[in-house]
Structure formats: structure tokens, C-alpha cells
């Protein structure tokens, strides 16, 4: 399994799960972030503003679907259609393994196996 992490402008946040959601892919983890990219902030007048507030979102998703799956990201989280600085990141990485607390199943690629 992959997991996806993007961390996005707040205003795209509701388009960016509207799209996931409607591509059927409904759990994400979100929370509130803060930082800065390759340009150190902005700066507004004399002031600098080095921790600009984010949001991020966390989906874990089959390997098959990662690609789709960035896709949908990708496309809702873009500010234009060409984009723009600020925009934010996505990372992506292995997940080896998932359980879930309720049932104590651990989830595969393949098929749910009781534990």
C-alpha cells in the first residue's frame, strides 16, 4: 500500500476531498500545518511571513490506484491551471503494513485477513 501525503493550500482543501470523494475514495486524515518552501516565505512590505499555514492531507491507497489517486490531487490542489508557487507538496511512500483497531483486521492489497 502507498501513502499519499500532500500538503496543500487551506482554500483548495474542500475541492481536493470533494474530488477524492467523488473518485471514491473517501478516508483522509487531515490536519493543519505550517512552513515554508524554496522561497522562504513571502515578504508583504517590510514584513516576512516565514511560516505560511497549510493543510495536510493523508490518503492511503492500493499501489494500483497511486497514480490515479495523485492525479485527482494533483488537479484539484492547482491554484490555476498552470499552477503557482505555494501550490505545495506531495510525498509519497511505502506503507508495509495497516490494521484496523476496531476489528483487528489487517488490510493488504489483495483482501482483508482477520488477525
Same mark, same amino acid.
Given at each position: 500500500m @502507498?501513502?499519499? #501525503?500532500s500538503i496543500i493550500r487551506p482554500e483548495k482543501v474542500d475541492s481536493v476531498l470533494t474530488s477524492l470523494m467523488e =473518485?471514491?475514495?473517501? =478516508? $483522509?486524515?487531515? &490536519?493543519? $500545518? =505550517? /512552513? #515554508? /518552501?524554496k522561497q522562504r516565505g513571502i515578504k508583504i512590505g517590510e514584513i516576512t511571513y516565514d511560516e505560511i499555514p497549510k493543510e495536510m492531507l493523508m %490518503?492511503? $491507497?492500493k499501489k494500483s490506484d497511486k497514480d490515479y489517486v495523485l492525479e485527482i490531487i494533483m488537479k484539484a490542489a492547482k491554484?490555476?491551471?498552470t499552477g503557482a508557487f /505555494?501550490? /505545495?507538496? +506531495?510525498? @509519497?511512500?511505502? %506503507?508495509?503494513e495497516v &490494521?484496523? +483497531?476496531s476489528s483487528g483486521v489487517k488490510e493488504t492489497e489483495a483482501e482483508e485477513v482477520p488477525v
Open positions: @502507498i501513502m499519499i #501525503r =473518485a471514491g475514495f473517501p =478516508a $483522509v486524515t487531515k &490536519y493543519p $500545518v =505550517a /512552513g #515554508r /518552501g %490518503v492511503v $491507497v491554484s490555476s491551471n /505555494g501550490d /505545495g507538496k +506531495i510525498f @509519497i511512500s511505502e %506503507v508495509s &490494521y484496523t +483497531i
